[in-house]
């Protein structure tokens, strides 16, 4: 995807920024909403870097967001082994909504410390591997 298929545009009414992304592509996403967090100054803006304790309280701020819509999540669907719960209990939109806000503060980390969607799409394809290895032969037997 070019930059032409993601724009960032202020909003008319409230002034703040609002990104389009043409495409459905999963690390097209990503890359609009980093676009956002630039555009929001969240952790930095255009150009200027923050000091390492910005970096740092950033870190913290999005990582305690992260745990919360965790959290979240975790009460949007049945977990208690004690409770009888019905399959209808869980409503997906709302399931979608709250892991959409756990993407949003990853993508707020990643920004945070310059990490590209390519980079954590290897991460990810690692940690496939490592785990796929661990299935397969035991965890205890997999040297890391």
Do not use: C
Not at 35 to 51: D, F, L, N, W
Request: proline letters at 5%.
């Amino acid at each position: 995807m070019n930059n032409e298929q993601i724009q960032v545009n202020q909003d008319e009414v409230s002034g703040k920024p609002v990104v389009t992304a043409s495409g459905h592509r999963f690390v097209e996403v990503i890359v609009a909403i980093q676009k956002y967090h630039v555009a929001m100054g969240r952790p930095r803006k255009e150009g200027i870097q923050p000091t390492f304790e910005e970096q740092l309280e950033h870190h913290r701020l999005n990582v305690l967001a992260l745990v919360a819509e965790a959290i979240e999540t975790l009460d949007s669907a049945p977990w208690k082994p004690w409770k009888n719960y019905k399959e209808e209990e869980v409503s997906r939109p709302h399931m979608a909504e709250e892991l959409a806000d756990i993407v949003f503060f990853i993508t707020a980390l990643m920004t945070n410390w310059d990490i590209q969607p390519y980079q954590l799409e290897q991460a990810i394809l690692q940690k496939v591997e490592e785990n796929y290895r661990r299935i397969q032969v035991g965890y205890s037997k997999v040297k890391e």
